[in-house]
């Protein structure tokens, strides 16, 4: 039996798949490490191919294209009808949103978060991106 799901946990679904995807990028610097075998390239095109897999009977394929800054997502139901196993879901550029230092997010941020590390001599990373040392404050 095939499950349908509202237009709520569609969006729901999409904000998360591309949340993921997103974060993926920004924690390893970029999802090609992870996924070295699923980078297709060629055209001016740098696409990284992201699968994630919700159900036995539903995926989900993130493209992220790093040289034009767009990350699409498609899903993919192989037993629905053929006109509607491969769909596109949501596409966007993320070139603003990776410039973004704090956005929707709960306490503690970024920069309270640094400041406690810094308090505690933690190293951290001047405005030039360069490793510094900080004291040890008493």
Do not use: W
């Not at 192989?78 to 509607?84: S, T």
């Amino acid at each position: 039996m095939l499950h349908t799901i509202g237009k709520g946990q569609q969006v729901l679904l999409v904000l998360v798949a591309l949340g993921g995807a997103v974060l993926a990028l920004a924690l390893t610097g970029g999802v090609d490490s992870a996924c070295a075998d699923n980078v297709v390239g060629g055209g001016g095109y740098d696409v990284t191919v992201v699968p994630i897999s919700l159900s036995a009977n539903t995926d989900l394929i993130a493209l992220v294209d790093r040289s034009h800054g767009t990350i699409c997502l498609y899903q993919y139901q192989p037993r629905n009808d053929p006109h509607e196993r491969f769909m596109l879901l949501a596409a966007r550029s993320f070139v603003y949103d990776i410039q973004l230092e704090n956005y929707n997010t709960a306490e503690p941020g970024p920069a309270a978060i640094r400041d406690m590390l810094e308090r505690r001599g933690v190293r951290g990373v001047d405005e030039s991106g360069s490793t510094v040392e900080q004291a040890v404050e008493e």
